[in-house]
């Protein structure tokens, strides 16, 4: 079960109250992952993101090579390993675009709190504070990202 607890600290939720966070832990569902499972794939069409609750994942820039043996034969290039409280796969909240990298499971039992995107849009027509607030802090996100990205080019 997602509880307010376990969302309070994500990044993209600060600012919500308790109720609000509440709202969001109500549209949430939990799955559970082994080392080397694949949770999101490069290229492939995005209606979820995720929150890492518990374990650990990667992101990994494949050049296409989806399937776990073409990952594993093509050496893919491992950008960022992710923990417990941070989010990914959040550009599926903005739109429905293909995914930008691949993301596999590196330790077992790792769980994930799943929120869909038209569950999202709908939680924000209902209350607008909350869409408001969470495309802030999503766009903020998003340009430390890019900016981090940019300068580390240099």
Known sequence: MVTVDSLKHVDILIGLTDEQ???VAAICHTETYSAQDIIVREREPSDEVYVIHKGS???ILSGGQVTAEALAAAGPESIISMGQGQILGEMALIDSGPRSATVRCTTDGSELYVMRRADFVQLCEQ???IG???M???AADLAFKLRHRNLSWK
Request: aromatic share 6%; no cysteine; charged share 40%.
């Open 21 to 23: 966070i509440a709202r």
């Open 57 to 59: 994942v990667e992101v």
């Open 127 to 129: 209350d607008t504070d």
């Open 132 to 134: 408001y607030k969470v």
């Open 136 to 138: 802030r802090n999503l």
